[in-house]
């Protein structure tokens, strides 16, 4: 099994027992994380990108796969993922460097699978 499907499997186990035993509050914040990715003012892309330099940033190698899986399937090209990439070592300095090595290997992971293979659960 991949380390992407290991991923998405235990992503929505652990999600599962998540939401069946949180609180109302844990079930806002899931919610909410899901709603604010939606289209608005800015699109799904752009907030896609957003969350991965962010994930970047906070060096979350979790977020920055699914970041990535969901950039990937909005149809983003691996130049506009680099530049995220880009902004996210900026901000973040040297110590983005091993997560970017993560980030770069999660994409090509990514690329070999069809789109129906990276659905996941809303959040």
Do not use: W
């Not at 962010?54 to 060096?59: D, P, Y």
């Not at 995220?84 to 699978?113: C, M, N, Q, W």
């Amino acid at each position: 099994m991949s380390k992407l499907e290991e991923f998405k499997i235990y992503r929505q186990k652990m999600n599962e027992k998540i939401l069946n035993q949180g609180t109302i509050s844990t079930k806002r914040f899931f919610n909410l994380d899901s709603a604010v990715y939606e289209n608005g003012a800015l699109s799904k892309k752009t907030k896609e990108l957003l969350g991965l330099v962010a994930s970047m940033v906070l060096r979350c190698d979790d977020c920055i796969t699914y970041h990535i899986i969901e950039c990937v399937k909005e149809g983003l090209s691996d130049a506009e993922i680099f530049e995220a990439f880009d902004v996210g070592l900026v901000v973040g300095g040297s110590i983005v460097i091993p997560h970017l090595r993560r980030a770069v290997e999660t994409l090509e992971e990514v690329r070999k699978y069809n789109e129906s293979s990276l659905d996941f659960d809303d959040q």
